[in-house]
Nanobody, 123 residues
């Protein structure tokens, strides 16, 4: 079982940056695919980014060129660097882990989820 705790959310002005962190505990973090998802009020949970065990990453079109997902296996932590933030990025951001070594764009493929961290972008 994997436990995930997100941090780093907050209020930021449009055009600014935030870095979200997801600290993982449990078994085989270094071998797990990891993802970031977000959910805005009244909307479905949306894929943001994913990273596999080796560091290969995939991004939603809406965040390409602005967000970067990374992982530090030695620290059991995955990050989401968010630059050039827009008001439409406002959402609760969730870190997720799946037992497989590959990431996935589908939320249903993930087994463990963090509690979420609120990101609010003001314009």
């Amino acid at each position: 079982q994997v436990q995930l705790v997100e941090s780093g959310g907050g209020l930021v002005q449009a055009g600014g940056s935030l870095r979200l962190s997801c600290a993982a505990s449990g078994r085989t973090f270094s071998g797990n695919g990891m993802g970031w998802f977000r959910q805005a009020p009244g909307k479905e949970r949306e894929f943001v980014a994913t990273i596999n065990w080796s560091g290969s990453s995939t991004y939603a079109d809406s965040v390409k060129g602005r967000f970067t997902i990374s992982r530090d296996n030695a620290k059991n932590t995955v990050y989401l660097q968010m630059n050039s933030l827009k008001a439409e990025d406002t959402a609760v951001y969730y870190c997720a882990s799946r037992t497989g070594s590959l990431g996935s764009t589908w939320s249903t493929e993930y087994d463990y989820w963090g509690q979420g961290t609120q990101v609010t972008v003001s314009s």
